[in-house]
């Protein structure tokens, strides 16, 4: 049973544009959520997080929006580069109970942005 | 580079054999986190370590076992290997206090490949 889904495996967006990543939970237990980027052969690097109590946070290019309600949250790039390109994780952690710390990770999303 | 470290790089084996994977975290960093990533898969979190005691299991099968010595590195041992077990093995480790907060940072990880 999947707690963390990324429903698009891919995305192809032209440069200069804005990508818009998703991802849904189904654990209402999770109050923090994480967005890593994976390059081949490398391991994930964090790119940007929110806790439960925000409902937007932002880093330059990057903005991450959670909807509690809906179980949802995305990640937003604008604008778009080539070297953006790469395979987009989101995990989830729940501050209490026995997982505590743990991170729960979507299948995750490879992001293509064209010249 | 995250500063965490895994060795080997690659490693190709046979069937039912005994292979030890390695992890050093940051400098600093009490927990140490192991991931598996096969074909298609998100990272399923598989066992953490806090300052060299277990603290959680996830979906850890039988056949693996892990340890965190008191430098705070940490070895994942898998025996009687199935095909199945070809993967990536990913080490992450986060600050020292442990918390859900902070974030994890991973390892360029070992390339498990078992014929």
């Known amino acids: 049973d999947q707690q963390v889904k990324q429903n698009s495996p891919s995305l192809s967006v032209q440069e200069g544009r804005i990508s818009i990543l998703n991802c849904d939970y189904t654990?209402?237990?999770?109050?923090?959520f994480l967005w890593y980027k994976k390059y081949p052969a490398e391991g994930p690097t964090f790119l940007i997080s929110i806790s439960s109590i925000k409902d937007k946070n932002e880093d330059g290019r990057f903005t991450v929006f959670l909807n509690k309600s809906a179980k949802h949250l995305s990640l937003h790039i604008v604008p778009s580069q080539p070297g953006d390109s790469a395979v987009y994780f989101c995990?989830?952690?729940?501050?209490?109970?026995?997982?505590?710390?743990?991170?729960?990770f979507g299948k995750g999303t490879k992001l293509s942005v064209k010249p | 580079d995250s500063g965490v470290t895994q060795t080997p790089k690659h490693l190709i084996t046979a069937t039912g054999q005994r292979v030890t994977l390695r992890c050093s975290p940051r400098s600093g960093d009490l927990s140490v986190y192991w991931y598996q990533q096969s074909l298609d898969q998100g990272l399923q979190f598989l066992i953490q370590?806090?300052?060299?005691?277990?603290?959680a299991k996830g979906n850890i099968l039988e056949r693996f076992s892990a340890q965190q010595f008191p430098d705070l590195h940490s070895e994942l041992n898998l025996s009687s290997l199935e095909l199945g077990d070809s993967a990536l093995y990913f080490c992450a480790s986060s600050a020292p206090s442990g918390g859900s907060y902070n974030e994890q940072f991973f390892g360029p990880g070992t390339r498990l490949t078992v014929l």
């Open positions: 654990n209402s237990m999770f109050d923090y």
């Open positions: 995990a989830a952690s729940a501050s209490y109970g026995g997982s505590q710390g743990n991170l729960i």
């Open positions: 370590y806090y300052n060299g005691e277990e603290r």
